[in-house]
């Protein structure tokens, strides 16, 4: 379609804007320099960029145009070449007949400023700076470098034609407005705090700030345009207004901005050692007197190998731990007979009935595949016809008749593995791994959301806690997290050895020091990661490989150290934000005193420092010091 000149207006451009990309083939480069521009199709603003080869071109190829059910025409055959990290849109369509465009590089992107819905702006110590753009549909575009500045002079050519209202919540994050909005006549319900008709856990993830904050700073922009006394200008806060965010000559329009809570110094913490002492905190007649204590000590140092077959039963519950050496013999017994009828019900399967049972088909299908490649250079599950494997197999298999709507799902294999080899033994493994699956189950679920939920609040761990390492992830188009799914979902089982693993799943199983401690061993093994990351020209594709890479490299002990370190560093923050208690369990709310966040926190600090003290008498290092 031909371009008219008086079609198009161009109203800005800057040159020296970098789009770095996660391209999978070779031979595209990873940095893109190119121009920013704002223009008027037809008297539409948008704002494009294009790469510095293709200047002269007056349209992209790739456009982000309004919402399904606003017109346009379904591209379905659309195919960019590559796997994007973020969604651009769910549907790319061609754009309406009075916005020509021609045929362009695929990594172009035109925005019509009515579709803009913020911005959020970072600069890293290192002298790094981007902007990141998000769409009413709720979609990252992929970040802006602006390796020359200049985004002072981008900020005020937007000014022209969108409201840009900086959140109240995060100094680095503008939502864009139209100037013409009538706030008096808008409803509550009209604001879409955290709608905007896309998955709001979608978004979280994509774009965390922009999602939580938006809506809130909805609410502010609403007030302060309804409160606005009469003749007052109705555009925004300019860069003359004192109210307006100080910007250096160096690069305007960027700072330093450290969105957090001033975090104290880090302590330093001491592993304490294995629990290997038993008998002695058992009465009489079995019961076990102390069961805080033990968890304690194997919150500090695990459990000695002789022990574990007989504590992990009460870790996970198959033991309750007020019950007599009696009652154990009579659960074992009724625990055994449940077993072997679950386990009946498929093996008295013929294969007649399988062949009309697809969904046990598959069960069976899956296990048997992810059984013969299942810890197999450990000796309890090397080797043919290894008994090993058809123990694993089997408890597999009656576990889809204990939980059919769950059945199995590829990665319990790696949960089991560990607890056969400790129990040796096919019931006891078994009701060990419903007592794990207890834990993690929501994990496998197919909708995913409890692992979305994982990422984001990692995310907002690791905000608080390294700012700009998370601006470098999310320039990297790595913000979402999504390397340490695999961690996750199996509680690091790929990443450490074998006999690391046994000791990082009782110590998780213990229940201390707060909620969520997984997570701060996710923080702990990423800030050891940091200098590589971030001082390295690493992008999406070379992070994903790092952390892959990072398998069976990790010193158990000392990512133990760094996640109590965290916890003990921020439960000391006197203003540590609400989410992060959330995250850690160390918020309820509560009227008693009981309940506070200061008593819970207190409480498990005190249950920590006892075997803390323990551990540092035997050794010279001095540990932390629990308030």
Same mark, same amino acid.
């Given at each position: 379609m031909e371009q008219h000149i008086e079609d198009y207006k161009l109203i800005f451009e800057k040159e020296g804007v970098y789009l770095h990309t996660n391209a999978k083939r070779s031979n595209q480069d990873t940095t893109i320099p190119g121009f920013i521009r704002i223009v008027e199709r037809a008297g539409v603003p948008a704002l494009?960029?294009?790469?510095? =080869?293709? =200047?002269?071109?007056?349209?992209?190829?790739?456009?982000?145009?309004?919402?399904d059910g606003e017109g346009g025409v379904e591209e379905t055959n659309y195919d960019p070449g590559y796997e994007p990290d973020w969604a651009v849109i769910s549907t790319v369509k061609k754009d309406r007949e009075h916005v020509p465009v021609k045929d362009s590089d695929q990594w172009s992107f035109s925005l019509p400023l009515s579709e803009l819905y913020s911005l959020r702006r970072a600069r890293f110590s290192l002298g790094r700076n981007f902007l990141v753009l998000t769409s009413r549909g709720g979609h990252p575009l992929p970040p802006l470098h602006f390796h020359r500045g200049g985004t002072r002079e981008l900020f005020r050519a937007l000014q022209r034609y969108i409201i840009l209202d900086q959140s109240p919540v995060d100094g680095r994050l503008f939502l864009a407005y139209p100037h013409d909005s009538s706030a008096l006549s808008q409803s509550f319900d009209k604001l879409q705090l955290f709608d905007d008709g896309s998955d709001l856990v979608s978004r979280f993830i994509q774009d965390p700030y922009a999602t939580t904050f938006g809506g809130f700073s909805k609410v502010t922009n609403f007030f302060r345009v309804a409160l606005r006394p009469p003749g007052a200008p109705a555009h925004l806060r300019t860069a003359q207004d004192p109210s307006f965010p100080t910007q250096s000559d160096e690069e305007p329009g960027f700072e330093l901005i450290n969105c957090g809570v001033e975090l104290g110094p880090r302590p330093n913490v001491t592993r304490g050692h294995p629990l290997d002492?038993?008998?002695?905190?058992?009465?009489?007649?079995?019961?076990?007197?102390?069961?805080?204590?033990?968890? =304690?000590?194997?919150?500090?140092?695990?459990?000695?190998?002789?022990?574990?077959?007989?504590?992990?039963?009460?870790?996970?519950?198959f033991y309750p731990?007020?019950?007599? +050496?009696?009652?154990?013999?009579?659960?074992?017994?009724?625990?055994?007979?449940? +077993?072997?009828?679950?386990?009946?019900?498929?093996?008295?399967?013929?294969?007649?009935?399988?062949?009309? *049972?697809?969904?046990?088909?598959?069960y069976r299908s899956l296990i048997e595949r992810d059984v013969s490649r299942t810890d197999r250079h450990n000796t309890f599950f090397s080797g043919n016809d290894n008994p090993g494997l058809t123990l694993l197999n089997d408890v597999l298999m009656t576990y889809c008749m204990f939980n059919f709507d769950l059945g199995y799902v590829q990665g319990m294999s790696d949960l089991?593995?560990?607890?056969?080899?400790?129990?040796? *033994?096919?019931?006891?493994?078994?009701?060990?791994?419903?007592?794990?699956?207890?834990?993690?189950?929501? *994990?496998?679920?197919?909708?995913?959301?409890?692992?979305?939920?994982?990422?984001?609040?990692l995310s907002i761990l690791l905000k608080a806690l390294d700012p700009e390492l998370c601006d470098f992830l999310d320039s990297q188009d790595s913000g979402s997290l999504c390397f340490c799914f695999r961690w996750l979902l199996i509680w690091f089982k790929r990443e450490f050895s074998f006999e690391d693993i046994l000791t990082m799943w009782e110590v998780l199983w213990s229940g201390?020091?707060?909620? *969520?401690?997984?997570?701060?061993?996710?923080?702990?093994i990423l800030e050891s990661q940091r200098g590589e990351l971030i001082g390295s020209d690493h992008d999406f594709n070379t992070i994903l490989k790092h952390?892959?890479?990072?398998?069976?490299?990790?010193?158990l002990q000392t990512v133990l150290r760094g996640a109590e370190a965290i916890y003990l560093q921020l439960t000391q923050c006197k203003e540590l934000p609400l989410k992060v208690q959330q995250v850690l369990g160390l918020y309820i709310a509560s009227s008693s005193e009981?309940?506070?966040?200061?008593?819970?926190?207190?409480?498990?600090?005190?249950?920590?420092? =006892?075997?803390?003290?323990?551990?540092?008498?035997?050794?010279?290092?001095?540990?932390?010091? +629990?308030?």
């Open positions: 494009e960029w294009s790469p510095l =080869e293709d =200047e002269g071109r007056s349209a992209p190829a790739v456009l982000y145009t309004k919402k002492k038993w008998d002695k905190f058992m009465d009489p007649e079995g019961r076990v007197k102390n069961p805080m204590k033990i968890k =304690e000590l194997v919150f500090r140092g695990g459990v000695a190998p002789s022990l574990r077959k007989e504590v992990w039963k009460f870790l996970l519950g731990w007020n019950s007599t +050496y009696k009652e154990r013999d009579d659960i074992l017994r009724q625990k055994t007979d449940e +077993y072997f009828r679950m386990k009946v019900q498929w093996k008295s399967v013929s294969e007649e009935q399988e062949m009309r *049972n697809s969904l046990l088909r598959g089991l593995s560990p607890l056969l080899f400790v129990t040796q *033994n096919e019931v006891e493994s078994f009701w060990c791994l419903t007592g794990f699956m207890e834990l993690v189950h929501q *994990n496998f679920e197919e909708s995913q959301e409890a692992m979305k939920k994982q990422l984001l609040q201390l020091p707060c909620d *969520n401690f997984h997570l701060l061993i996710a923080c702990s952390i892959n890479e990072l398998t069976m490299q990790l010193d009981e309940d506070s966040p200061d008593s819970q926190a207190s409480e498990t600090q005190r249950l920590l420092v =006892e075997s803390q003290a323990g551990a540092a008498s035997s050794s010279s290092a001095h540990g932390p010091t +629990y308030p």
